[in-house]
């Protein structure tokens, strides 16, 4: 436990917090008291990547335009729910694939199914993957499934897929998945398993912590649920945006 709890810190640190670039990413995981925990950022280098806010409405979460509607660059690839919610799912993703999930789950689908009819976004040449997280209360204990889709290295017309399902993190701890690895043109997609991140705070200390460690140029928004050690209540969502 002592072991993960350094290698998750050691990766906080060399993955968020001196990392130019990491991109959009997501964390799932439990709280220091056993509760669940999803966290979610997105970056920006652009004006338009730039001109977007977290807004939160109950317990669901989207990406809004800050001034209206002008200038966020393609909205079918920055404007979309990033949080939603079934009975028993929690459900965060990096895109409109959110929604594609939750559909899917409300049809009697699974996670995997339903992502399967996905691609890696089409932004030429970065070609960015599409990250998803699922916490699922189903069972007879918590699951958690992360996915990302990212364009094959040979030819990114293909999309490769990875979903990978742990059984819940110890207190305190989640795993993440980031868009890139660092900047660059074309930007570097992530590579490996989930990180291992700390969640070893309350909600705000977690917005704080999280925000502070994102770069200050790049960072456009954040948002930290807070979900019941039982998965029987709606989360609660705190935000931090970049424009207020």
């Given at each position: ?11 906080f640190s060399e993955r968020i917090e001196q990392n130019a670039y990491p991109g959009r ?141 742990t059984n819940a993190p110890p207190a305190g701890l989640g795993r993440g998945l980031t ?66």
């Amino acid at each position: 436990m002592s072991d993960l709890q350094a290698l998750s810190k050691a990766t906080f640190s060399e993955r968020i917090e001196q990392n130019a670039y990491p991109g959009r990413g997501l964390v799932v995981g439990r709280a220091p008291n056993g509760d669940f925990i999803q966290v979610y950022w997105i970056m920006g280098r652009s004006d338009g990547s730039r001109n977007r806010v977290f807004a939160a409405e109950g317990a669901e979460l989207r990406t809004a335009p800050w001034d209206g509607g002008a200038g966020v660059g393609d909205r079918t690839l920055t404007l979309y729910e990033a949080m939603l919610e079934l009975p028993g799912i929690y459900l965060v993703t990096n895109g409109d694939q959110t929604r594609t999930a939750a559909d899917g789950l409300a049809g009697g689908g699974t996670f995997e199914q339903a992502l399967a009819t996905r691609e890696r976004e089409h932004d030429a040449p970065n070609f960015t993957p599409r990250i998803s997280g699922l916490i699922d209360f189903r069972g007879s204990a918590p699951e958690l499934a992360l996915s990302i889709l990212k364009a094959n290295p040979a030819d990114p017309a293909l999309t490769d897929r990875f979903t990978y399902r742990t059984n819940a993190p110890p207190a305190g701890l989640g795993r993440g998945l980031t868009t890139y690895v660092g900047d660059g043109s074309p930007l570097p997609p992530f590579e490996g398993e989930p990180l291992w991140l700390p969640l070893d705070d309350g909600p705000e200390g977690l917005l704080e912590r999280y925000w502070s460690a994102l770069n200050g140029d790049n960072r456009v928004s954040l948002a930290v649920k807070w979900i019941p050690a039982a998965g029987d209540r709606p989360g609660e969502v705190l935000v931090r945006n970049r424009h207020s």
